[in-house]
């Protein structure tokens, strides 16, 4: 039994659970599961818990600080002030509190969210992954004639595939103009055109500080996709029940060759600490029909509910939900953030 801890969890202010989803339909639980999974897990697993809700305001985290005296704050935004980059600022401001926190630090945040920056520094350290070209608010597109196309353009720094759709697959110059206008004036951020690998969607959980251990290799299937439809994780197909219904959208352990297997898990986590990244994290990755490996993107604090993707990674090597958020606070608990010396 582990210790009993005082648990502040931090969660967008629209997001707060109800105390009881008795009566609640699959998809009016939807937009808080993760919230309510953890919560609710971590009272059963003996801490005290309490859920705050926070939006534009580090008032009311400085407030609940003093009041409830946590032990740790277990960090589950993806955002502050609806800017999806301003987590970061939020996990700094509990370092300035000197206070203990679950999954990512400030750095690793603020890498792992940049995906052109990211991009560079896994270049430097020979990490394979797609050639890209960021395309910024009010500039005109130029593409350098090493960038070839086929190329999928999104967000710059929303995550979730918030602004994907098979639209975002361009092949020629028009194309890119248009879908880089789209995502300018959709969303409010810059661009990023990526190249276009084609293959298998693969995803490998990674937790740890210093020593890391991975999670079995997930993989995306469509099994109802028409075959000479690119193989696209859109936001439809993320978050759109139908849809994934329609093109029989299932995630799975990747049935892989051993050795690519373990090539796959030894790259994560290089990318991992070439990025700073702390706690847990979730790496996208395209493997070519060649078997060439290529990481997409770094994500740290990933999707944590309950039969997602990650806690049902961790699950086939036998760590448990509860245990596996026991894990998060034990590494939040052990991480030594500057203030600490």
């Avoid at 953890?38 to 309490?50: A, D, R």
């Avoid at 509990?94 to 920056?117: I, Q, V, W």
């Avoid at 084609?198 to 990674?206: D, S």
């Avoid at 993107?297 to 990650?310: H, K, S, T």
Wanted: with cysteine.
């Amino acid at each position: 039994m582990s210790r009993k801890r005082r648990v502040l969890v931090l969660m967008h202010e629209d997001l707060v659970p109800p105390e009881s989803i008795e009566g609640l339909s699959d998809k009016e639980i939807a937009p808080f599961k993760t919230e309510y999974d953890v919560v609710v897990t971590l009272e059963e697993i003996g801490h005290e818990v309490k859920p705050l809700g926070v939006g534009s305001d580090l008032g009311v985290i400085r407030r609940a600080i003093h009041d409830f005296r946590p032990h740790i704050c277990f960090n589950l935004l993806e955002e502050f002030h609806g800017v999806a980059v301003y987590d970061h600022h939020v996990v700094s401001y509990l370092e300035l509190m000197k206070r203990r926190y679950t999954g990512c630090n400030p750095r690793g945040l603020l890498l792992g969210h940049d995906k052109a920056l990211s991009k560079k520094i896994l270049a430097y350290h020979r990490i394979p992954c797609p050639e890209f070209l960021v395309l910024p608010m009010a500039r005109k597109v130029r593409r350098p004639k090493r960038l070839q196309f086929p190329l999928l353009v999104k967000s710059l720094t929303e995550e979730g595939s918030v602004g994907i759709s098979k639209a975002s697959l361009c092949n020629d110059d028009e194309q890119l103009q248009e879908r880089a206008a789209f995502i300018h004036r959709q969303l409010g951020t810059d661009a990023i055109a990526e190249q276009f690998i084609p293959g298998r969607e693969m995803y490998v959980g990674v937790m740890g500080n210093q020593r890391l251990e991975t999670f079995p290799t997930w993989e995306l299937l469509m099994t109802n996709k028409p075959a000479d439809e690119p193989m696209i994780a859109t936001a439809k197909v993320k978050w759109d029940e139908d849809y994934q219904k329609k093109i029989g959208v299932k995630t799975k352990a990747a049935e892989l060759d051993p050795a690519l297997d373990q090539k796959i898990k030894h790259l994560c986590k290089r990318a991992y600490r070439a990025l700073n990244l702390t706690g847990y994290a979730r790496m996208d990755l395209r493997i070519n029909d060649k078997d060439e490996i290529f990481l997409i993107e770094a994500n740290p604090n990933p999707q944590l509910a309950y039969g997602e993707d990650f806690a049902e990674s961790a699950e086939l090597t036998g760590l448990r939900y509860g245990d596996l958020l026991q894990r998060i606070l034990n590494l939040g608990l052990s991480y030594r953030a500057q203030w600490q010396g």
